[in-house]
């Protein structure tokens, strides 16, 4: 298998955060690592886990260099990779920005990875690639392809649970969820989060909701699909944040009505749908929700009572009317309805 190939079932292929992380434990290293994606601290994370691996750190200063693409001169970073390293076993070299690499010099690399030193190890990080270009195709087939994307909700709590075990501490799983509720799935601004939550803590090691709620801003962009999913857990606090954080950021208040209205319809048709027991297929088509929303929306219609639905609609009417007349603030308007809805 030629140096940097990633096979599965004899096909090539991608490799996710995930298997990354178990290509390192087995300690089968590549010559050549690709990394791409737009998630960039957890491609840092990987970089810094090569690094650890590769270089001593008495030599780093002679056998780690770091190269900018929009900078650099493909012929100085040839040439530091064809050197033999100083006083270690490896030379290290990694290349940012590779997507910004010239046409030529693309092909140079791939040039240089069709053989390369076996005394050097190469890190490309790239924020897109053109799967489509020659060269790339080749530095592909040569290298180890880690491609990063963001995690999904459900994969947060478990990576904070993990950055902190790293670091001698523990964290309960609300207070993941309170976390995450609050900065998002940006991993970078969750880690300078959980930084000044160690810091705050002091030496007690355990952090709870109490730590987050005192601790950490309201700083995640919501959306209206992010209030209509903590209005259909009935989670009235979260959903007052969240609205609130909303029209701060300029959402038009009518717009957030009437999503919320239509949230609310979809709950009593997938309520009235699972009373007939209707299949998955057919309420997909009566309203229009993807197949894998079906469930989540069935439990969160399960929040809300029957009875309950003719007042939710009437105060949604009453509160449609506020806005247009001006009566009330807006703000006022959305939380006191949300307040009247969910008590």
Same mark, same amino acid.
């Given at each position: 298998?030629?140096?940097? *190939?990633?096979?599965?079932?004899? *096909?090539?292929?991608?490799?996710?955060?995930?298997?990354?992380?178990?290509?390192?434990?087995?300690?089968?290293?590549?010559?050549?690592?690709?990394?791409?994606?737009?998630?960039?601290?957890?491609?840092?994370?990987?970089?810094?886990?090569?690094?650890?691996?590769?270089?001593?750190?008495?030599?780093?200063?002679?056998?780690?260099?770091?190269?900018?693409?929009?900078?650099?001169?493909?012929? @100085?970073?040839?040439?530091?990779?064809?050197?033999?390293?100083?006083?270690?076993?490896?030379?290290?070299?990694?290349?940012?920005?590779?997507?910004?690499?010239?046409?030529?010099?693309?092909?140079?690399?791939? @040039?240089?990875?069709?053989?390369?030193?076996?005394?050097?190890?190469?890190?490309?990080?790239?924020?897109? !690639?053109?799967?489509?270009?020659?060269?790339?195709?080749?530095?592909?087939?040569?290298?180890?392809?880690?491609?990063?994307?963001?995690?999904?909700?459900?994969?947060?709590?478990?990576?904070?649970?993990?950055?902190?075990?790293?670091?001698?501490?523990?964290?309960?799983?609300?207070?993941?969820?309170?976390?995450?509720?609050?900065?998002?799935?940006?991993? @970078?601004?969750?880690?300078?989060?959980?930084?000044?939550?160690?810091?705050?803590?002091?030496?007690?090691?355990?952090?709870?909701?109490?730590?987050?709620?005192?601790?950490?801003?309201?700083?995640?962009?919501?959306?209206?699909?992010?209030?209509?999913?903590?209005?259909?857990?009935?989670?009235?606090?979260?959903?007052?944040?969240?609205?609130?954080?909303?029209?701060?950021?300029?959402?038009?208040?009518?717009?957030?009505?009437?999503?919320?209205?239509?949230?609310?319809?979809?709950?009593?048709?997938?309520?009235?749908?699972?009373?007939?027991?209707?299949?998955?297929?057919?309420?997909?088509?009566?309203?229009?929700?993807?197949?894998?929303? !079906?469930?989540?929306?069935?439990?969160?219609?399960?929040?809300?009572?029957?009875?309950?639905?003719?007042?939710?609609?009437? @105060?949604?009417?009453?509160?449609?009317?506020?806005?247009?007349?001006?009566?009330?603030?807006?703000?006022?308007?959305?939380?006191?309805?949300? !307040?009247?809805?969910?008590?």
């Amino acid at each position: 298998m030629p140096s940097g *190939r990633y096979e599965e079932g004899g *096909r090539e292929k991608q490799m996710t955060f995930e298997e990354f992380q178990k290509h390192i434990s087995e300690k089968k290293f590549s010559n050549c690592y690709l990394f791409s994606g737009d998630e960039s601290f957890l491609i840092d994370e990987c970089l810094h886990v090569l690094v650890d691996q590769f270089v001593d750190p008495a030599t780093r200063d002679f056998n780690l260099d770091t190269f900018y693409a929009s900078q650099a001169d493909m012929g @100085r970073i040839l040439d530091t990779a064809n050197s033999y390293p100083m006083l270690a076993d490896y030379r290290t070299i990694v290349i940012k920005e590779a997507h910004k690499l010239s046409s030529a010099n693309v092909d140079a690399l791939a @040039r240089y990875l069709s053989k390369p030193s076996a005394t050097t190890k190469m890190m490309l990080v790239a924020e897109k !690639i053109d799967g489509r270009i020659r060269g790339w195709i080749a530095i592909k087939k040569a290298a180890v392809h880690v491609e990063i994307k963001p995690l999904y909700d459900n994969q947060v709590a478990g990576w904070v649970q993990s950055f902190l075990k790293k670091k001698g501490c523990s964290i309960s799983y609300e207070a993941c969820l309170l976390l995450h509720a609050h900065v998002g799935n940006e991993m @970078r601004a969750l880690a300078n989060e959980i930084e000044k939550l160690i810091l705050n803590k002091g030496e007690d090691k355990e952090i709870d909701e109490n730590d987050v709620q005192a601790n950490v801003g309201l700083s995640r962009k919501f959306s209206v699909f992010n209030l209509n999913d903590s209005i259909g857990k009935r989670d009235l606090q979260g959903s007052l944040a969240i609205l609130n954080q909303m029209l701060s950021s300029g959402e038009s208040p009518n717009g957030i009505l009437a999503m919320i209205t239509r949230h609310f319809s979809n709950l009593l048709k997938v309520k009235g749908a699972t009373a007939q027991r209707m299949s998955q297929k057919e309420i997909t088509a009566m309203t229009g929700i993807p197949p894998y929303f !079906i469930q989540k929306t069935k439990e969160m219609a399960n929040n809300y009572p029957a009875k309950e639905y003719p007042g939710i609609f009437e @105060r949604l009417l009453e509160t449609d009317l506020t806005l247009k007349t001006s009566r009330m603030s807006p703000d006022i308007a959305l939380q006191t309805m949300l !307040i009247d809805i969910m008590s």
